[in-house]
């Protein structure tokens, strides 16, 4: 009876976490709007205004947002690794 | 583990490109730019001594202190996007870190985040470090810090007080940012209508995510007490007499 009712509780739950999380990211995705950081949108964009330009990194990764998707692939192994022994790192003792 | 995957995967494929908050290479003039790196040498010199300080007193310190590193790192290039605004921006971290280690180690764990940025991914840059370091490590660790810790002598809850040293430092972080911007670009106009335009144009994107990171501040220090409130102890967060088993 209780398995029962917890398999409904997880049901219930993914039905309202699952439509929420779609829409998100669709929200985030089509709505008519920039979504430039405030480093161009604000500090960049006022610094331009006063005749101070940003300039390429001293050091510069290149190849567009390449380095930026290497990261993210790397966070996303090592936070799967992370979330998967979250509960070892944060058991009661 | 199945669930984990799809969630994981998910994530990966919703993806938009990161944005950056940091002011970026060449913004500041040279002369500013060397004024803030020489302002926050003292900072990153008593950091280091206080950092050997705890690790002499209690070695398993420097992993933690590894491990906020690793938290400031990730959570001061993570871009959330903010409806109200239609802009980018991410919490700063140093709240979270100046509340457990103390602001002065702080300060060095910013430099590091910040250094490894603007190498790898162009957040921020070279020139631009001391000046980044200044506003969110030194800045936003010490309004932290000082906020927590007031609220907790006052009787604030530990979540309150977390609450509020985290919105304050992300907060404190952006008024100096803005400070430092207002003083390298205003050329010959006058300095403070500048900086409230700057402040004035970072608040609709700040107000609410610094909102944000005070509730991820006291998410992260309550989540701590309830499972390992013996790290608060060794951090000094709390004393011996608060720990829940105490009698």
């Known amino acids: 009876m209780l398995e029962g009712k917890k398999k409904w509780k997880t049901l219930l739950m993914h039905m309202i976490i699952l439509p929420t999380l779609l829409f ?6 089509l709505a008519p709007k920039s979504w430039e950081g405030v480093d161009e949108a604000v500090v960049e964009k006022i610094a331009k205004e006063h005749g101070r330009e940003a300039r390429d990194p001293l050091i510069d990764p290149g190849s567009g947002d390449l380095l930026l998707f290497g990261f993210l692939l790397a966070g996303t192994v090592g936070g799967f690794a992370a979330g998967y022994y ?5 058991k009661k003792r | 583990m199945a669930r984990i995957l799809f969630f994981t995967v998910g994530a990966l494929l919703a993806a938009t490109p ?3 908050m940091h002011i970026s290479e060449g913004i500041l003039p040279l002369n500013w730019a060397l004024f803030w790196s020489l302002a926050i040498l003292p900072f990153l010199a008593l ?6 300080f705890l690790a002499r007193e209690d070695l398993s310190l420097k992993p933690l202190v590894g491990l906020l590193a690793a938290v400031v790192f990730i959570i001061s290039c993570m871009p959330i996007p903010v409806p109200t605004a239609g ?5 700063c971290g140093t709240g979270i870190a100046a509340i457990l280690i103390g602001p002065l180690v702080s300060v060095v764990i910013t430099a590091v985040a910040l250094l490894i940025q603007a190498l790898f991914l162009a957040h921020g840059g070279l020139s631009t470090m001391g000046a980044n370091t200044f506003s969110m490590g030194v800045v936003g660790s010490l309004v932290g810090w000082l906020a927590f810790r ?3 002598r006052m ?7 977390g609450f509020i040293g985290g919105m304050l430092a992300d907060w404190g972080t952006y008024t100096a940012t803005s400070l430092i911007l207002s003083l390298g670009i205003r050329g010959e106009s006058p300095l403070l209508p500048l900086f409230y335009k700057v402040v004035l144009a970072f608040i609709p994107t700040q107000l609410p995510l610094g909102i944000l990171e005070g509730v991820i ?7 701590l007490y309830k499972k390992r409130p013996d790290l608060l102890v060794k951090m000094r967060v709390i004393t011996e007499k608060e720990l829940p088993n105490h009698a």
């Open chain 1, 24 to 29: 998100g990211v669709y929200f985030f995705s």
């Open chain 1, 86 to 90: 979250w509960r070892e790192l944060t």
């Open chain 2, 18 to 20: 990161a944005f950056a």
């Open chain 2, 47 to 52: 950091g280091v001594k206080r950092l050997n």
């Open chain 2, 87 to 91: 802009t980018c921006s991410h919490p």
């Open chain 2, 150 to 152: 007031s609220v907790r």
């Open chain 2, 155 to 161: 009787g604030g809850s530990l979540a309150v007080s």
């Open chain 2, 217 to 223: 501040t006291a998410g992260m220090v309550t989540l």
